[in-house]
């Protein structure tokens, strides 16, 4: 596109073989995809994982996920405005990083406990 493209919140559901595992809201305070390129938004928090953790283990041997989004952007820097740009892109390559919470409180317990302290 020749212009920059920007993006001010985005609502998205994730998943694979029509199954939604996992959704998102995020807005953005300034995230502009300038023209011609592509930007990477970063890690966010807030996903919901629809199907709970356990059930959505399943899809990670996939490698991939179908993504269905909808967006508030504006084409050029405060240029018009498209209020709901919905966007469908299947098998988008995924991978995974899972971090074990309760693990890492219970090391954190365990050092505590060995030292003395509480944490």
Request: glycine share 10%; aromatic share 8%.
């Amino acid at each position: 596109m020749p212009a920059s493209l920007v993006l001010d919140f985005v609502q998205s559901d994730a998943g694979l073989h029509g199954q939604v595992y996992a959704h998102f809201d995020q807005p953005f305070p300034s995230f502009v995809v300038p023209p011609g390129q592509t930007v990477n938004s970063g890690v966010f928090g807030g996903v919901v994982l629809t199907q709970g953790a356990l059930a959505s283990l399943g899809i990670i041997p996939a490698g991939i996920l179908d993504v269905a989004a909808d967006a508030t952007v504006h084409v050029g820097e405060g240029g018009y405005e498209i209020p709901w740009l919905h966007l469908n892109q299947p098998a988008v390559p995924t991978t995974y990083q899972i971090e074990l919470l309760a693990q890492q409180k219970v090391q954190q317990l365990s050092s505590a406990s060995a030292a003395g302290t509480t944490a």
